[in-house]
């Protein structure tokens, strides 16, 4: 809580110092040209340097220093075709409710083909867990496995063996979890099964993961698992989604003004703003491709401070402070995002202070 916190004072701080960049410039061009700024040009000041706050703000929160080079035709290929993806496509929720309580964070992890440490060339598959993944926060692990369509109508037996550290360097399996599935003639289909307890233990000796081998043998002993992409089976191969649970907390504040570009509005207020990551060049970002940002402009002159009674007080209470109130967030809220990470890792999840829903003095 007190992280968060103190990430929402930053951002707030930055907006200040920004905008306080903005009316020096502003009084700067007062008096060389003995004309005043006009409200909109300030305004689209304040726009642009919203969406340069914005781009370095992901990408600082994601720990990235530049924008992954992922290309779209990449993406589409690395793209799971399942079901887990696709009902977050469809069920997109732009925004989070304003409301506290435990959220979750969905990390959807592909598979590599094999494990070169395990030296076992029959070996499928590895995953790479990111280190958000704790045991005491997964609240659902799943492992999809995409099988490919029989020729007539079968019971496949789905396997997933766990592979071992054995000796010589070579590795031993021992069998996890089993499926029985009956298939119908000339269709594939997704399998899930449930490997929260194999990922919990591999989390707690992470030296013993050696990754899984994945086996699904129809009735005539045929492998009808896809475990590596062949040509026409891009986006077919295993991946593990997991579930992790992230509580947070957010306060309300005070509403303050909310304007639109025709508006001659000079107080401070919120005016809208949709961010467009396609515009950005930001393919890597999955969903969603824009939302609504909003971003604060205006003035802050004493006699409008009896609006924002906040920061009257504070003006009261430091009558000689030099800087002065500026408009500012004074409540911010997070999004969903469903993007590709360095690691070309599918995340779920919230990311904080994006949205300005209201804006004020201080």
């Known amino acids: 809580m007190q992280i968060q916190t103190a990430h929402v004072a930053l951002?707030?701080?930055?907006?200040?110092?920004?905008?306080?960049?903005?009316?020096?410039?502003?009084?700067?061009l007062l008096g060389e040209s003995g004309e005043q700024c006009s409200a909109c040009d300030f305004r689209e000041h304040s726009k642009q340097m919203r969406l340069h706050s914005i781009k370095s703000q992901i990408l600082s929160i994601l720990r990235l220093e530049q924008a992954p080079n992922i290309s779209r035709d990449m993406i589409r290929q690395l793209i799971p075709k399942a079901p887990p993806l696709t009902q977050l496509l469809d069920q997109y929720d732009p925004r989070v409710e304003d409301e506290d309580h435990a959220t979750t964070e969905t990390i959807i992890t592909m598979a590599t083909t094999h494990n070169p440490i395990a030296q076992d060339e029959l070996s499928c598959c590895l995953f790479s867990l990111s280190p958000k993944i704790q045991p005491k926060n997964i609240l659902t692990a799943q492992l999809w496995v995409h099988l490919r369509p029989a020729d007539v109508v079968t019971t496949v037996f789905l396997q997933v063996s766990r592979l071992k550290p054995g000796k010589e360097g070579n590795s031993t399996r021992v069998r996890v979890?089993?499926?029985?599935?009956?298939?119908?003639?000339?269709?594939?289909?997704?399998?899930?099964?449930?490997?929260?307890?194999?990922?919990?233990?591999?989390?707690?000796q992470p030296e013993t993961n050696y990754g899984i081998e994945i086996n699904a043998y129809d009735s005539k002993g045929q492998d009808l698992a896809v475990t590596s992409a062949e040509p026409g089976e891009e986006g077919l191969q295993p991946f593990i989604e997991v579930k992790i649970l992230d509580n947070l907390k957010r306060s309300r504040r005070d509403s303050g003004l909310n304007c639109d570009e025709e508006s001659v509005e000079t107080r401070c207020c919120r005016y809208p703003l949709?961010?467009?990551?396609e515009e950005f060049g930001w393919d890597w970002i999955i969903a969603p491709k824009r939302y609504r940002a909003n971003y604060c402009s205006g003035e802050c002159e004493f006699l409008h401070l009896q609006q924002y009674p906040h920061a009257h007080l504070v003006n009261k209470a430091n009558p000689r402070g030099t800087?002065?109130?500026?408009?500012?967030?004074?409540?911010?809220?997070?999004?969903?995002?469903?993007?590709?990470?360095?690691?070309?890792?599918?995340?779920?999840?919230?990311?904080?202070?994006?949205?300005?829903?209201?804006?004020?003095c201080s």
């Open 11 to 28: 951002i707030a701080l930055l907006y200040i110092t920004a905008n306080n960049i903005l009316l020096i410039l502003a009084s700067k």
């Open 323 to 360: 800087a002065g109130p500026c408009c500012t967030p004074t409540k911010m809220s997070p999004i969903n995002m469903l993007y590709f990470n360095r690691k070309e890792q599918i995340i779920y999840g919230k990311i904080h202070s994006m949205v300005v829903d209201h804006c004020g």
């Open 274 to 277: 949709t961010v467009d990551f």
């Open 177 to 204: 979890r089993s499926l029985k599935v009956d298939t119908d003639a000339g269709a594939g289909s997704w399998q899930s099964i449930d490997i929260k307890s194999l990922l919990q233990a591999w989390l707690r």
